[in-house]
């Protein structure tokens, strides 16, 4: 079995937990990304893993860049990342690659991201000044 596929089983397996616990006061590892859809204009909410930043956000795409959320996030401009129970409005949206993205991790969280969320990707975005 490939790492890929551990990891969308693995994503599956937990996809009902994190829908409701995503964005949650005492849960600080999931978020909900919520952006509006390039085409159809519709309102969206994607759970996701996170990292902070000193201003921002860290999100690892272990399905790469081209996602329809990122896409939109990226067309956008930014969107509302709804963590620890607060809405932070966010802005520069910025793909980043390992090299980047790694100062923002502990050794063991990029050992278990790497393990359970292989990625080549990272979305960076910084809060809004307000």
């Known amino acids: 079995m490939t790492t890929s596929t551990t990891s969308w089983r693995f994503a599956r397996a937990t996809a009902p937990a994190v829908r409701v616990l995503a964005g949650r006061r005492l849960i600080p590892l999931w978020a909900v990304v919520h952006h509006r859809g ?8 994607v759970p996701i893993a996170i990292t902070t930043t000193p201003d921002g956000f ?4 272990p399905w790469g860049a081209g996602t329809n959320w990122v896409r939109n996030v990226i067309a956008a401009g930014g969107c509302v ?10 802005t520069d949206p910025r793909i980043i690659d390992a090299v980047e993205a790694r100062p923002y991790y502990t050794r063991t969280a990029w ?13 960076l975005l910084h809060r809004t000044e307000g």
């Open 111 to 123: 050992a278990i991201a790497g393990r359970l969320f292989p990625a080549d990707a990272w979305l």
């Open 38 to 45: 390039r085409k159809s204009g519709r309102d969206l909410r």
């Open 81 to 90: 990342i709804r963590w620890k129970g607060a809405d932070h409005p966010m």
């Open 58 to 61: 860290v999100i690892n795409l």
